[in-house]
């Protein structure tokens, strides 16, 4: 190719970076306009810039969204985190609880969903235990990614790299294609996720900062929500004491009542059993009044009243309900529904919504929710349809509609069924029964057909940025390829740090891919690193195992920057963190993380 057209390559990666370095656009537009501009100017043909959208790579992580939605909708996880969880009695227990199972579910499940699914399982236990948030998110995030690089499915970079290095047709000494199987990072992978979780363990309580972001106990100043749950007949709390239950002396919450048939049990005994069909009064907070509304067989009291709305469905309805979102709204002056009360307000059948919570500033509510009448000013916690914001917002009953985006509740009859297809997965990928799309097109579809997730919520749960990335970064990398860019960078790099050796040029490709993972995402920076790495082993004639294995831990043990990858972000407004607190506290282990995979890849796959 002309020495203009690599040179335009280079200048387009370089601005690339840059731009993604100063974050003011999202990495998804920069790089499909990059890719727009070497298909505009004929770098590319039409075929091999949009040919990354048809890679069994980024389908096969499209799929493995779908089965973490799955997991996310049946509670199938909120089990498992429930039992091992627990109620931890000090801040090393706590974090010990949460990031070995959260370590080892990342290995089979897409580690950005999982701590999407575990944040507000975490405010909880940060509330319970009386926990600085910011002591436990950071590691939540770490955790996941550690756990990540152990296995083929772990993380999407890993899925792209396993097809890039199968589409290389590379064969080993014995004439053998050069693969990941299911377990196949983990010789290199499992060592750093142990030594990972260990600095965690014993660098967290030093290095995390302490910031508390909780709002003060609901049952001292009484000015929370109000909210009535009934106790349905499957709930796991039946015949269980307020203590065994765990609802006395909840963070957030006060257990005001229990109605039971006509009557009003007043300072509940902790040795008091809860009965199905008592309805529980609550007062607190709105995140721990959220937080009551996972847990089975809890549903909003207002659903007796249904009944006598003009809904045909009222009777028997679902307590399902997979397309209901939280949403607050604040009653306006000139609202209709001021002076009547909630079992009046027909709110079910003007507005598709339930009333979970009432709050009013200044006072405690008494008697029973249908009965509460309504004033100007009052807020309603309310299950509605996804889309009341938008309807709602702007009419003359609510001045304020904040709509949230935690599900209303989650079909956890189902959750065994999702953790059996997972299972599925697992087996068919380790044994090599299918090749990795079929197998995660296989579980996203039994995911579907079972009813563990339903369409919509299959669609909502495929993070399509992600997807873009990927797509426009093979596109990007073929372009490296084509104009000769990816053997001038790496003759480069072999002619400034041949001196240092076959291991010293390890450690410089791990170290450019982490600082690529760093200034943009961790998936376009594995992508552009593999040419690299594959024309530096070549030319070297070393072995290319190490190297591939290299840029793909790096591309994901990126832990000094909140961008470095997508977790950080998601857990830094959570936590309260700022900038630093990921250098000081991820930096040694980014470090840590890149000395063991120098070390320990060599001699896992083949020595130089």
């Not at 909840?250 to 008592?278: C, K, N, Q």
Request: with cysteine; net charge neutral; aromatic share 6%.
């Amino acid at each position: 190719m002309g020495d203009w057209q690599s040179i335009l390559t280079a200048v387009m990666l370089v601005l690339m970076i840059g731009t993604m370095a100063i974050g003011r656009f999202a990495p998804d537009i920069i790089m499909m306009g990059v890719l727009l501009v070497l298909l505009v100017t004929g770098v590319l043909t039409p075929d091999e810039a949009i040919g990354g959208f048809a890679n069994q790579g980024l389908i096969t992580v499209a799929m493995l969204y779908v089965v973490a939605a799955a997991m996310k909708e049946t509670g199938a996880m909120n089990r498992i985190t429930a039992v091992l969880l627990g109620r931890p009695k000090s801040e090393r227990s706590a974090q010990a609880k949460l990031i070995l199972p959260v370590a080892v579910m990342s290995a089979f499940i897409n580690n950005t969903p999982i701590v999407a699914m575990f944040l507000p399982t975490l405010a909880g236990v940060a509330r319970r235990c009386r926990i600085a948030p910011s002591k436990l998110y950071m590691p939540l995030s770490f955790a996941s990614i550690l756990g990540g690089v152990c296995t083929l499915i772990g993380t999407s970079t890993n899925v792209v790299i396993a097809k890039l290095l199968a589409d290389e047709q590379l064969v080993n000494a014995d004439g053998e294609a050069v693969r990941f199987g299911m377990f196949t990072l983990a010789k290199v992978g499992l060592p750093i996720a142990v030594v990972g979780v260990l600095y965690i363990l014993f660098f967290g309580r030093r290095l995390l900062p302490d910031r508390l972001t909780q709002s003060e106990d609901a049952a001292a100043h009484e000015e929370g929500y109000h909210a009535a749950l009934r106790v349905e007949s499957e709930s796991p709390i039946v015949g269980k004491s307020v203590e065994q239950a765990n609802l006395r002396n909840l963070p957030g919450l006060f257990l005001a009542r229990i109605e039971r048939d006509h009557d009003a049990i007043i300072a509940v005994s902790p040795h008091e059993l809860v009965r199905a069909g008592d309805v529980l009064v609550f007062v607190g907070e709105l995140d721990s009044v959220v937080d009551l509304q996972q847990i089975k067989g809890l549903v909003p009291s207002s659903h007796d009243h249904l009944a006598n709305e003009e809904d045909e469905n009222a009777e028997g309805a679902p307590v399902y309900r997979p397309n209901l979102r939280i949403s607050e709204a604040v009653i306006s002056p000139n609202s209709s529904l001021v002076g009547s009360t909630i079992r009046e307000s027909s709110i079910r059948t003007r507005f598709g919504a339930v009333v979970v919570a009432v709050r009013r500033q200044g006072q405690q509510l008494s008697g029973k929710i249908g009965e509460i009448r309504l004033r100007a000013g009052d807020t309603l916690l309310l299950e509605t349809p996804q889309g009341f914001a938008d309807r709602f917002a702007s009419t003359g009953d609510f001045y304020l509609v904040n709509e949230r985006g935690t599900p209303a509740t989650l079909r956890h009859e189902r959750a065994w069924t999702a953790l059996g297809v997972l299972a599925v997965l697992v087996v068919v990928l380790s044994f090599g029964l299918l090749d990795p799309m079929t197998s995660a097109m296989l579980a996203a579809g039994l995911m579907v057909l079972t009813r563990c997730c339903t369409g919509p919520q299959a669609r909502r749960g495929v993070d399509f940025q992600i997807l873009t990335v990927i797509g426009a970064s093979f596109g990007i990398g073929q372009a490296m390829v084509k104009t000769g860019l990816a053997d001038e960078i790496a003759h480069s790099v072999v002619s400034a740090i041949e001196v240092l050796g076959p291991w010293g040029l390890l450690a410089v490709i791990y170290a450019m891919t982490s600082v690529f993972t760093a200034a943009m995402t961790n998936n376009a920076a594995a992508v552009l690193m593999f040419p690299i790495a594959i024309a530096v082993a070549v030319e070297q004639s070393l072995n290319p195992l190490p190297f591939i294995v290299a840029i793909t831990i790096a591309a994901s043990c990126e832990f000094s920057t909140p961008i470095g990858y997508q977790t950080n972000l998601m857990v830094m407004g959570p936590g309260g963190y700022k900038w630093l607190d990921y250098t000081r506290f991820g930096g040694p282990l980014t470090i840590l993380c890149g000395v063991l995979c120098v070390l320990l890849a060599p001699r896992m796959f083949g020595g130089f």
